[in-house]
């Protein structure tokens, strides 16, 4: 019974961390599009555009984002290296790899100040020169999302965590075979983008991107409720201690 009991404990802290990673990014996404004044579709810097407020606000949810990231995968290891070691750590490294590219974005974002604070004196070719900084810097924020959130989202918490939660029946297999078909189709998604293939919030671009966005949105709802389930793992885990 305590065995159960802390397993349900460890699936809601697991689905209050997930839930931690949407209510911070999807806003600092949100505040960092508002705050260079461009387009969800079309990240640029406009100079006389920038919302300072709306970048230190959004910086600061980022940089719990890598908090919550990080908490989700370090919760769950204990647990799921019993299913596979090989691929528990490789959840957690994915996680801490999607955080490096979230920091890289935040740094390079929340510089847009002192390039906006510097173009309010600039004139003629130092103004142009201040421009193409911000820009630059708006650009390497643009490719880190691509990279971190992209690229490495799809591997972790697609088909790697889909993978630990259908082979160790901690959640329904049916909503972890979300995660192992969303996976994929989000990565083939960012390499599109990549590719200029289409735009990041385009039709296409959210068609692909809706499995792994239920899946994600699975597990907050699931795990907060319910926690993870009893499991062959979690009796292993009893056993051992």
Sequence with gaps: MTAEIDLQRTGRIFGLFFIGTFITSIPARLLFVNGVGASWTDM????????????????????????FNVATAVVIYPLVKRQSATVGLGYVTARIMESVFIAIGLISIISVLNVNDAMSGATGGEA???????????????????????????????LMLGYLMYRSGLMPRRLAMLGLIGGPLLFISSVLIIFDVFENGSGPSGLLSLPEI???TSICIYCTWKGFRPSPIAELEATTA
């Design 128 to 158: 142009t020169t201040l421009a193409v900084a911000g820009d630059t810097l708006v650009s390497i924020y643009e490719w880190a999302f691509q990279f971190g959130p992209g690229l490495v989202v799809p591997i972790g918490n697609g």
């Design 44 to 67: 640029q810097f406009i100079p006389g555009a920038v919302d300072e407020t709306s970048l230190r606000v959004g910086s600061i949810l980022e940089f719990l984002l890598i908090g």
């Design 214 to 216: 239920a899946w994600e």
